[in-house]
């Protein structure tokens, strides 16, 4: 099974750096969960996960990366090392050279166009940098935010998927957007 490669350096533009995760994160990450109690519902979490859970996924991250199962980065401000959030290369399915992409922003975050670069660059990197030959996001269709970065950041949409997700223990539509080599820009 193919790897996934950590960023040999931070993905940069004006906006936004992307860096891989790092412990140092875990504070900030903690502080986005309890400045936005819905959080951990948006992520598909039962809860919000505690420093030790945290520091445990941080533990296991270079295995999963080596194991090609997931990837995390996390999203500062230029010049900074604050995490203002994280994305996701998650559910990779190598038979099929596919990923998801998820991505969270903290409260203080939003609303300064951050995650459609965020998400653009770690989508480009990830089809340059590995076997992957498309990503996609799966969001509910009332989750105009995700779906506004995801086309910010190059993806297509694809159609709306019924009864695709669980949310809050309920079935729930998913709308699915898409990004393939032929669709980066250059």
Known sequence: ????PAPAEPLT?????????????????LIAYQ???QLHL????QRPPSGAELGRREERAAT??????????????PGSEVCRGQVYVRDVDWDN???????????????R??????????????LENTELERVQVTTTPDNEPMIRAAHAAGFVDEGVLR????VGGRRADAAILSLLPGDREG
């Open 35 to 37: 400045d936005d109690p």
């Open 1 to 4: 099974m193919p790897r996934i």
């Open 113 to 126: 166009r951050m995650a459609g670069p965020a998400l653009r660059m770690a989508a480009n990197w990830v």
């Open 163 to 166: 009864g695709y997700l669980r």
């Open 64 to 77: 999963e990366r080596a194991a090609g199962t997931r990837l995390t980065l996390t999203i500062t401000d």
């Open 42 to 45: 948006l992520l598909g979490e």
């Open 97 to 111: 050279d596919r990923a998801e992409l998820g991505i969270w922003l903290a409260p203080q975050a939003r609303g």
């Open 13 to 29: 533009d004006e906006r936004v750096i992307v860096r891989l995760s790092a412990e140092r994160d875990i504070p900030e990450i």
